[in-house]
């Protein structure tokens, strides 16, 4: 076996559509439903233009029992970070700054990489990556 990439990353929240609204609005990712859950637990994919599941949320309050001693909010341990590949930097920061989301910008001109830093509404920090922007 070999590790190529990450598939998706698990985002458990207590306000399901405002989260998904965050993805859609900032990221562009579209929500589809996630069959593969129980059907009492809700829950969105967030899919890339290509159709790929990038961010699965679920709705921590239709799964408690799972869920339990994991709070939306409240520090995340040893998961600092998600981090994204993506393009279109100046665009993606204008957007950023229109929805008046806080947010830190870097580029590393040496290294060929710009990135914006920002939380998402449960606390998640997204590092977006956008090689040959800088």
């Given at each position: 076996?070999?590790?190529?990439?990450?598939?998706?990353?698990?985002?458990?929240?207590?306000?399901l559509?405002?989260?998904?609204?965050?993805?859609?609005?900032?990221?562009?990712?579209?929500?589809?439903?996630?069959?593969?859950?129980?059907?009492?637990?809700?829950?969105?994919?967030?899919?890339?233009?290509a159709?790929?599941?990038?961010?699965?949320?679920?709705?921590?309050?239709?799964a408690?029992?799972?869920?339990?001693?994991?709070?939306?909010?409240?520090?995340?341990?040893?998961?600092?970070?998600?981090?994204?590949?993506?393009?279109?930097?100046?665009?993606?920061?204008?957007?950023?700054?229109?929805?008046?989301?806080?947010?830190?910008?870097?580029?590393?001109?040496?290294?060929?990489?710009?990135?914006?830093?920002?939380?998402?509404?449960?606390a998640?920090?997204?590092?977006l990556n956008?090689?040959?922007?800088?």
């Open positions: 076996m070999q590790v190529s990439g990450i598939d998706h990353v698990n985002v458990l929240t207590e306000d559509e405002g989260t998904a609204r965050f993805y859609e609005d900032l990221l562009g990712l579209t929500r589809s439903p996630n069959s593969t859950v129980a059907s009492h637990i809700a829950g969105y994919w967030m899919r890339d233009s159709g790929n599941a990038i961010v699965h949320l679920v709705d921590r309050t239709t408690r029992e799972r869920y339990d001693g994991y709070v939306p909010g409240l520090p995340t341990n040893a998961l600092h970070h998600v981090a994204l590949r993506c393009t279109g930097f100046a665009e993606m920061r204008a957007r950023i700054e229109e929805m008046g989301v806080p947010h830190r910008a870097m580029e590393h001109p040496s290294l060929g990489l710009a990135q914006i830093f920002l939380v998402d509404p449960n998640v920090n997204i590092e956008f090689p040959g922007a800088a």
